[in-house]
């Protein structure tokens, strides 16, 4: 066990609109601060000597000092990847060409593609956002840039498992990441909704589909467990998650989605706290969460959503959940602005 | 006399240039990349803007590139039949 690697929230920023998006569109954006992501590069490298960088968002690469950000991660002898929607890839690029150094240093590119055609991903992710990824995979391609195609599965999706994976693999992609959608709180849950026995027909698919392709297929955490008590990535500390707040949270499925009562899955704010203080407490709330699993499991019976730990967790924390009815915690406030499928309009925001 | 008609490019088609003048063609229904050289850039350009006489194509080849016109027509005509079999462009 090690801290294998940092994921960084840039910012929360973006210029699509996606329905299973968890970021909320009606807040002033905000951006992680330079200083704070230097203060935890330099306490990681020297603590765990952790060697990877995950950048994330939002779109990462509307952060304001991307470039700094880059910078950051050369000085203090990290490698990284970056998950991007792809719209901004060629200024992306141009700070690549403008600095080798961060170019050897990015070990793959993830792309977000919800959809193995057009209709499907930009329905979506908005239109021209297909083209806009195939543009970013063809720049990868022609620059020799590893990249993963990412998909969040829900039900406008799930029909098209066997077809991503394919279109990865002919793409060259070096991985195709298909991942469970996690409950927005918003209206759209109910048009995302899978039950338990869907998602569990789609990991097996996706398991068929890794074992027939050449390529690696792979499942972030959330899929259903067999066994209950399940110890995710973040949970051992394998990877630590810096919001984009600078503060250190359990991992990112939690981070801006709405809690009923105060988050109580923050450590600590690391522009002012030490990240060797934050981590302690980090354990300790990874503690009290697995404790908590170990009572609920004797208290049992449990239902078959309490099988997929990402769930589970987030129905602990007071968030937004799958439930049999559909979605369960509390709502998130963000009625979308933009887009035909919102159902009410708030005012516009700035972006 | 009529204008010669050329063809168009497929929509299902995404062109990406490059910086050093080349670029590579994306099929989108048979996920295929074409690579271009920087004259068949100019020909995809000229297609997509609706440039019908390959005499156009063939005189900006010329004044871009060290070439006689004879030659560049001949690259014209034979980058436009390798994209047709392709299928990057439609017949006019
Ligand atoms: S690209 Fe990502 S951050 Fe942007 S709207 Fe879509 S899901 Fe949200
Ligand atoms: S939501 Fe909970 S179980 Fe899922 S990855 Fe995050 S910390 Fe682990």
């Known amino acids: 066990m090690a801290v294998n690697w940092i994921a960084f929230h840039l910012t929360d920023r973006c210029q699509l609109d996606c329905q299973h998006c968890l970021r909320d569109p009606g807040q002033k ?6 200083a704070t992501i230097r203060k935890v ?3 990681a490298k020297r603590l765990y000597r952790t060697r990877q960088v995950a950048l994330t968002g939002g779109e990462p690469t509307l952060h304001p000092e991307l470039e700094g950000v880059l910078d950051a991660i050369v000085e203090h002898d990290f490698t990284w990847h970056i998950v991007t929607n792809g719209r901004r890839f060629e200024q992306l690029l141009g700070l690549l060409r403008d600095g080798p150094a961060r170019r050897e240093r990015l070990t793959a590119v993830n792309l977000s593609l919800d959809g193995a055609d057009e209709t499907t991903h930009d329905g979506i ?11 970013a995979v063809t720049l990868c391609t022609a620059h020799g840039l590893p990249f993963t195609l990412q998909m969040v599965l829900h039900a406008r999706n799930v029909h098209q498992i066997e077809a991503f994976g394919l279109m990865a693999a002919q793409l060259g992609a070096a991985r195709a990441s298909l991942s469970m959608l996690q409950t927005t709180g918003t209206h759209h849950d109910e048009a995302l909704y899978l039950p338990p026995h869907a998602w569990q027909d789609a990991q097996h698919r996706i398991e068929r589909l890794s074992a027939a392709l050449t390529m690696p297929v792979t499942m972030p955490e959330g899929f259903y467990r067999e066994q209950i008590f399940h110890v995710c990535e973040a949970m051992k500390s394998e990877s630590l998650h810096v919001d984009v ?9 939690h981070a801006g989605v709405p809690s009923e009562g105060p988050p109580r899955d923050v450590a600590a704010d690391l522009a002012t706290t030490s990240l060797l203080e934050a981590h302690g407490r980090l354990l300790g709330i990874i503690h009290e969460t697995q404790a908590a699993k170990l009572a609920a499991m004797a208290r049992g019976p449990l239902g078959a959503w309490d099988h997929f730990p ?17 979605a369960g915690g509390p ?3 963000r009625e979308r602005w933009r887009g035909a499928w919102a159902k009410k309009v708030t005012l516009p925001v700035v972006r | 006399m009529t204008e010669p008609r050329l063809p168009r490019p497929n929509p299902q088609v995404l062109f990406t240039e490059l910086d050093d003048g080349t ?9 295929f990349y074409f690579t271009l050289n920087a004259a068949a850039v100019i020909v995809w350009k000229s297609l997509a803007e609706s440039i019908a006489d390959p005499g156009v194509i063939a005189a900006r080849i010329t004044s871009l590139f060290r070439v006689d016109r ?3 027509a001949r690259d014209v005509d034979s980058v436009l039949r390798e994209m047709l079999e392709d299928g990057l462009v439609l017949p006019a």
């Open chain 1, 331 to 333: 709502s998130a406030q």
């Open chain 1, 125 to 135: 992710r908005g239109k021209g956002s297909f083209r806009d990824v195939m543009k």
């Open chain 1, 310 to 326: 990402c769930n589970w967790c987030m129905k602990h924390f007071d968030k937004p959940h799958w439930t049999d009815e559909g």
């Open chain 1, 41 to 43: 590069l330099a306490e």
């Open chain 2, 23 to 31: 670029g590579v063609l994306l099929h989108l229904d048979t996920k």
């Open chain 2, 70 to 72: 004879e030659t560049a």
């Open chain 1, 245 to 253: 707040e600078g503060r250190l949270n359990l991992c990112c499925q």
């Open chain 1, 29 to 34: 954006p905000k951006d992680l601060s330079l």
